[in-house]
């Protein structure tokens, strides 16, 4: 066999097995987005159900000894951000946010001050 036989057919194994990796690339990828789709419209529907609920806020404190008033979690919201990968648009990321907010009343505006750094490594 000559030498350009030789890398003929090295050129063609290599040829194929590249197009073998692509194909499955591309399933994994078709994968990913069906399971991407799936979290999306999940998150869209919690986001729905958690407005209604308004769900209790964690207790919080600045300096661990005046407790805030109890909070709440409303305004859910969901963002999902897509990419190009290989002249397909796919997700690159889904996210949820929400406000804090007071049980009762309304937010209270005010300042806090601290002594830096002591008193800032305790906030």
Not at 37 to 46: D, I, R, S
Request: aromatic share 6%.
């Amino acid at each position: 066999m000559s030498l350009l036989n030789q890398l003929k057919v090295q050129a063609n194994a290599l040829q194929q097995q590249q197009e073998l990796d692509l194909s499955r690339i591309e399933a994994h990828t078709r994968q990913t987005e069906a399971a991407c789709q799936t979290a999306w419209l999940y998150v869209v529907e919690l986001a729905k159900q958690l407005n209604v609920i308004e769900p209790a806020g964690p207790a919080l404190s600045l300096d661990g000894k005046t407790p805030w008033p109890v909070m709440k979690l409303v305004d859910f919201r969901v963002d999902a951000r897509k990419k190009k990968l290989r002249d397909q648009d796919v997700y690159d990321y889904i996210t949820m946010g929400w406000r804090l907010v007071p049980a009762k009343g309304n937010p209270v505006n005010g300042t806090v001050s601290a002594n830096f750094p002591p008193d800032l490594e305790r906030i």
